[in-house]
C-alpha cells in the first residue's frame, strides 16, 4: 500500500474457485453464489486483456455487459436518505462474526455466509464492507509462505505484502455477490499528504471502490475505513486546551486503527473529492468536476466537517498568506449549535530537523452567535504554521466516539511583530455562552458571543435572563477578570454582580487598554464548589484607566438577607449598581421598625476610614433615614448599609458608584434669585476669600506628609473656589500629585515584580516628565524589569525547545551525570523531589508527559514567588559541578534546561538576599518530614 490509500498492484483475475481449487488438488465445490461471475471494471487496465469502456469511462472485462450498466452521474439521494446504521446492526454483528475457518475456504464460500437471507443490494454491500473493515491485516498472523490461491486467507496474504489492495479485495466480493463495482484510482490526501503540497502520483497515489446500489453508484474505501488516520503513536495529537478531548496512549491508537469508520461507507461525493480525486473526472460523481489544481489549493475539509454539517465561510484556499493575524469562519447549523464542541491545535510546521513545537495561547476560537465559530490565529514571528481545527457532537454516546479533525490549513505568517501578544488563556469550557450556562439556568441577553469589544471607557455591563425557578439570591455567584498577554494574572476586584429584576448582572471595569479574561461562577445550593459557567475575551480599546472596584463587594450588590426582616424599603436606589456625576449622592430608606438603627460606611480606592466619616451626612425625619455622600473625586465607591436590632450590626444594602465629575458649568442664578444670594463685596479685587488660606495650607500640609488623597481633595477645594490668582499653586500641587502617584505605582510594581505594571510606572513616570524626582525609585523599578525580562526570556527559550529535542533527552538510556543532574534540578522546581527524579526512569515519565502535565506546560505556569527559597538552593547545588560548557557538549536541550535553572535560582537568591545566608538547601521530602517530626 502507498500512502494511506492501497497501492496500485496488478491482479489476475481466475475463475476463481475452480481454477484455484485444481491448482491445490482440490475437488472442485459447485458455488452457492455467483453462478455467473459479475463483472470487473477498473479506471486503469486491470490486466491486459480489459479492455476501455467509453460509455462507463473505465476499463473492463466485458465491455458489452458494461455498457448496460448506468454511466457515471451523482446520486439522486444522499447517504442519510438511504442509510440509518442502526436498521443494519443483525448484518454488521454477522459479518464481524464471521467465523475463522472460512479463511481457508474460497471467497464463493465467504460471500455465500455474508449474503445469506440478504435480499437488497445495500445490505449485501453493508456485510462485505463491514467484513473487510474488522479484517486486522497488519497484526494477523498471516504466514509469509504463500496460500492456497483458492482460499480468502490469499486475498488478505496479498494485502498483507502489498501485492493487492482493500479496493481490489471489494471488487472481487462484489463480483461474487453479483453487484457492479468499480476499482477507481488517482490522488488522495491521506497520512503521507502535508496540507498545501502539490500531490504526485507514486506518493499520494490510492485506489478505492464505487458500487451500484439502487441504480445510483455509491463510493466505498475499505482500507480507510479500517485504519485511523494519522496512524502512529509518535505522530498522534494532543489537544491544547481542554483534557476531556485528549487521546489516551496505545490503547485508544489501536482501537482507532482497527475500528470500522463509517464516513467511508457510501461517501457522498462532495464529502469524497475532499480527499479522493479519481484520475477519472467523471469519477468524481459530481455535476461540476473540481480540476486537480482546485483539488490541491482547496480548504483541506475532513470527515468531521461534513458529519457535523458545517458549511465553510472563510478561507477557501488551504494555504493562507497573512501578515501578523488572520481568521477562519465556519457556519453551523443552529439546531445543534449547542451541541458541538471545538478545540485547536497550533504547530510550527516540520522544519527539515522534523520539530513541531506548538503554540497553545495564539488562537481564540469563539461563537459569535448560534450559527457562526469565528477563529483568530496570531503570531508574533514571521513562519509558517499549521493549523488543525477538531470537534465532536456531545450527543453521541458511541466510547469510540472523539475529537476529530474538521479543517486543517497551512498558516503562513509574512511579518515578524514584537507586539503581537497571546490571547488570554482559554478555559476548559471555552469563550462565550454556551452549554454550561445553559444547564446553570442562564440566558444571554447582552453578549452573545465569545468577545466583547469595548472602544470607550473600559466599563461593561454583561445581562444574563434567569430560566429556572430557583431563589437567585441564594445562588453564590462571582465573577474573575485575568489579564491577557504573556503572563496571565488574576485581577481581583474588578467585577461586581448583582441579581435585579429576575436577572443576573455583572459590571466590568478594565483597567487600560488590552485584553483580558472574563471567567464567570456559579454555585447552586447543592454543589459543592462553584462552576465555571460562562467566559469572555474582553478587548478594550479605552483611552483612560480605571480603579479596581472597592473590595468587599463581591458578594453581590443590592439587598441582604436581612433587608426584609429588619422591615426596610428603598426608597432612593433599589439598584446596587449607582452611576452618577453629582457630587453629593443622597440615598434615603424607609424604616418601619423604629428600634432599627442605621449606619453608612464608605469606602474607595483613595479614602481612608477617618476620612470618610467627613464625608457622610445622615438626616432623619420620622421613619426616612436620608445620607448625604459627598464623592471628592473621580472614582468607584463603596457603600454599605447597616441595621441595628439590638443584636449587632447586619449587613442589609450594599451599593457600588460610580462617579464620574461632570466639567458643566454651573448656570447663572435667575433674577428671581438675585434677592436670596450675598452680594458681592464692593472690592473684590481686595476682599481675599477666607477659605483660601485654610486650602492652601491643607494642599501644603498634604505635600508635606505625603497624603496623596488629602492633596487630590485640597486641590479640588481650590479649582473650585474658580480664583485666576491661585493657578501656581494648583499646578504646584498637581506636580507633587504626579511625583505621589509616580512613586507609589513604581513601588508597588517593583514590590508585586509586575512586569506590566513596572513598563506602565515607568511610562508614567516619563509622561509626567517627573523621572529626575524619581531618580533612585526609577533604578531599582528598570532593574526589576530587566530581571523580570530575563527569567521571561529564559523561560521562553525552553518552551521554544522542539519536541524531538525533549524527547533526545528523554531517550537516555543511561543519561551522561551532567544531563541527569540538570533535569533533576528542573523538576525539583517544579515540585519533584530527589528521590523521586534519582532514577532516570522517574525522568523519563515526566518528560513524556502531554497537556496539561507536560513539563512546558508546568514551566509555563511556574510562579516564582512560589518557589521556596530552600528548595531553590537545592536545585542550585544539584547544578553546581558542572558548567554550562560541559552541559552544552552533551546535550544542546540540557544547556537551555542548565541556563532555566541557574538563572532562575539566581532571581529567587536576589529576592531573598537578607535571609538566603540563614537557609539550608533541601532537595528531599524526607528532610522536612525529619524536622516537622522534631
Not at 469511462?57 to 436518505?81: G, N, Y
Not at 497553545?360 to 499549521?386: C, G, H, K, M
Not at 521571561?792 to 525547545?801: E, N, T
Amino acid at each position: 500500500m502507498i500512502g494511506m490509500g492501497c497501492g496500485s498492484s496488478k491482479i489476475t483475475v481466475r475463475e476463481h474457485d475452480i481454477e484455484g481449487q485444481k491448482q491445490n488438488g482440490e475437488k472442485p465445490r459447485e458455488n452457492k453464489v455467483a453462478p455467473e461471475l459479475g463483472r470487473l471494471l477498473s479506471t486503469y487496465q486491470l490486466i491486459p486483456s480489459f479492455k476501455e469502456c467509453a460509455e462507463l469511462h473505465c476499463f473492463a472485462d466485458d465491455v458489452e455487459k458494461a455498457k448496460l450498466l448506468p454511466p457515471p452521474v451523482p446520486p439522486t439521494t444522499k447517504k442519510h436518505e438511504i442509510f440509518d446504521i442502526n436498521k443494519y446492526k443483525k448484518v454488521d454483528e454477522r459479518a464481524v462474526k464471521a467465523p475463522s475457518k472460512l479463511l481457508k475456504q474460497p471467497l464463493s464460500n465467504l460471500v455465500e455466509y455474508l449474503t445469506e437471507g440478504l435480499e437488497d443490494d445495500l445490505s449485501k454491500v453493508r456485510a462485505i464492507y463491514r467484513w473487510v473493515t474488522c479484517q486486522p491485516v497488519d497484526s494477523m498472523k498471516i504466514p509469509n509462505k504463500e496460500p492456497s490461491q483458492s482460499h480468502t486467507m490469499f486475498q488478505l496474504w496479498r494485502i498483507k505484502h502489498r501485492k493487492g489492495n482493500y479496493a481490489q479485495l471489494i471488487s472481487l466480493l462484489c463480483r461474487f455477490a453479483q453487484l457492479p463495482c468499480i476499482i477507481i484510482h488517482g490522488k488522495l490526501k491521506g497520512s503521507t499528504y502535508e496540507v498545501g503540497e502539490k500531490l504526485d502520483e507514486e506518493q499520494h497515489y490510492g485506489e478505492w471502490n464505487a458500487v451500484l446500489v439502487d441504480g445510483n453508484w455509491r463510493f466505498i474505501n475499505a482500507y480507510w475505513g479500517t485504519c485511523a488516520e494519522g496512524g502512529t503513536e509518535e505522530e498522534m495529537w494532543e489537544v491544547v486546551d481542554k483534557g476531556d478531548g485528549e487521546l489516551k496512549g496505545d490503547q485508544q491508537s489501536r482501537q482507532l486503527f482497527y475500528s470500522c469508520d463509517e464516513n467511508y461507507f457510501l461517501t457522498d461525493p462532495d464529502q469524497m473529492v475532499s480527499t479522493h480525486l479519481p484520475s477519472q473526472p467523471s469519477w468524481q460523481l459530481l455535476a461540476n468536476p473540481v480540476t486537480e489544481d482546485d483539488f490541491t489549493e482547496n480548504a483541506f475539509l475532513k470527515d468531521r466537517f461534513f458529519n457535523m454539517n458545517l458549511k465553510l465561510k472563510k478561507p477557501k484556499k488551504c494555504v493562507v498568506m497573512c501578515q501578523s493575524e488572520t481568521e477562519l469562519v465556519f457556519e453551523i447549523p443552529k439546531e445543534r449549535s449547542l451541541n458541538l464542541d471545538f478545540q485547536h491545535l497550533l504547530f510550527r510546521m516540520k522544519s527539515t530537523q522534523g520539530n513541531l513545537p506548538r503554540y497553545d495561547r495564539y488562537v481564540f476560537l469563539q461563537r459569535t452567535n448560534d450559527e457562526t465559530l469565528q477563529i483568530r490565529v496570531r503570531s508574533p514571528v514571521a513562519d509558517t504554521f499549521r493549523f488543525e481545527l477538531v470537534g465532536k457532537d456531545v450527543t453521541v454516546r458511541d466510547k469510540t466516539y472523539d475529537y476529530d479533525w474538521i479543517a486543517i490549513y497551512k498558516l503562513v505568517f509574512g511579518k515578524d511583530d514584537d507586539s503581537i501578544e497571546p490571547f488570554p488563556e482559554c478555559p476548559i469550557i471555552g469563550w462565550g455562552p454556551g452549554r454550561a450556562m445553559m444547564e446553570f439556568g442562564l440566558a444571554p441577553m447582552s453578549h452573545f458571543g465569545g468577545e466583547i469589544k469595548n472602544k470607550d471607557d473600559g466599563k461593561i455591563e454583561v445581562k444574563f435572563g434567569t430560566t429556572s425557578d430557583k431563589d437567585w439570591n441564594k445562588v453564590k455567584i462571582h465573577g474573575e477578570l485575568v489579564k491577557g498577554g504573556g503572563e496571565s494574572e488574576p485581577l481581583p476586584d474588578h467585577v461586581i454582580h448583582r441579581v435585579e429584576n429576575g436577572d443576573v448582572i455583572f459590571n466590568v471595569n478594565t483597567p487600560k487598554t488590552g485584553e483580558y479574561a472574563l471567567k464567570l461562577y456559579a454555585k447552586g445550593e447543592r454543589d459543592k464548589e462553584a462552576k465555571n459557567i460562562c467566559n469572555y475575551m474582553i478587548t478594550s480599546e479605552q483611552k483612560g484607566e480605571n480603579y479596581a472596584f472597592p473590595r468587599g463587594f463581591q458578594g453581590g450588590l443590592g439587598p441582604k438577607e436581612a433587608f426584609n426582616s429588619l422591615g426596610l424599603r428603598a426608597l432612593s436606589h433599589q439598584s446596587g449598581m449607582i452611576e452618577t456625576d453629582e457630587e453629593v449622592l443622597e440615598i434615603s430608606f424607609e424604616k418601619t421598625n423604629e428600634n432599627i438603627e442605621l449606619s453608612l460606611s464608605l469606602t474607595g480606592n483613595t479614602i481612608r476610614p477617618e476620612m470618610a466619616k467627613r464625608l457622610i451626612e445622615e438626616t432623619v425625619e420620622g421613619n426616612i433615614v436620608t445620607y448625604k455622600v459627598r464623592l471628592p473625586q473621580t472614582g468607584n465607591y463603596g457603600i454599605k448599609v447597616m441595621g441595628n436590632r439590638g443584636r449587632g450590626n447586619e449587613n442589609v444594602y450594599d451599593y457600588v458608584v460610580q462617579y464620574k465629575k461632570s466639567h458643566k458649568k454651573k448656570s447663572k442664578p435667575s433674577q428671581n434669585a438675585a434677592s436670596e444670594m450675598p452680594k458681592p463685596p464692593p472690592e473684590p479685587q481686595v476682599q481675599r476669600d477666607p477659605r483660601l488660606t485654610e486650602y492652601i495650607q491643607t494642599m501644603k500640609r498634604a505635600i508635606q506628609e505625603q497624603n496623596e488623597t488629602d492633596l487630590e481633595l485640597a486641590l479640588d477645594d481650590l479649582k473650585n473656589l474658580g480664583l485666576p490668582t491661585v493657578k501656581d499653586e494648583i499646578q504646584y500641587g498637581e506636580t507633587e500629585l504626579d511625583v505621589m502617584r509616580c512613586r507609589r505605582e513604581l513601588n508597588e510594581a517593583t514590590e508585586l515584580k509586575d512586569m506590566d505594571a513596572l513598563k506602565s510606572a515607568l511610562q508614567l513616570t516619563k509622561t509626567k516628565n517627573v523621572e529626575n524626582r524619581l531618580t533612585e525609585e526609577v533604578v531599582r523599578a528598570k532593574a526589576m524589569l530587566d530581571r523580570l525580562r530575563n527569567i521571561a526570556k529564559l523561560m521562553h527559550a525552553v518552551l521554544g525547545l522542539d519536541q524531538k529535542t525533549i524527547a533526545e533527552i528523554r531517550g537516555y538510556q543511561h543519561p551522561p551525570p551532567a544531563v541527569h543532574h540538570v533535569m533533576m534540578a528542573s523538576l525539583l522546581l517544579l515540585g519533584h523531589w530527589e528521590e523521586e527524579t534519582e532514577d532516570w526512569k522517574n525522568v523519563q515519565i515526566a518528560l513524556g508527559k502531554l497537556g496539561k502535565d507536560s513539563i512546558k506546560r508546568k514551566i509555563q505556569e511556574l510562579k516564582v514567588n512560589d518557589i521556596p527559597l530552600d528548595v531553590a538552593l537545592g536545585a542550585r547545588d544539584l547544578i553546581r559541578d558542572f558548567t554550562l560548557d560541559q552541559v552544552r557538549m552533551v546535550s544542546a536541550g540540557g544547556a537551555t534546561f542548565y541556563i532555566w535553572v541557574r538563572g532562575l535560582t539566581e532571581e529567587i537568591e536576589k529576592r531573598n538576599a537578607e535571609i538566603v545566608h540563614t537557609v539550608r538547601p533541601r532537595t528531599s521530602q524526607r528532610r522536612k518530614d525529619k524536622t516537622s517530626l522534631g
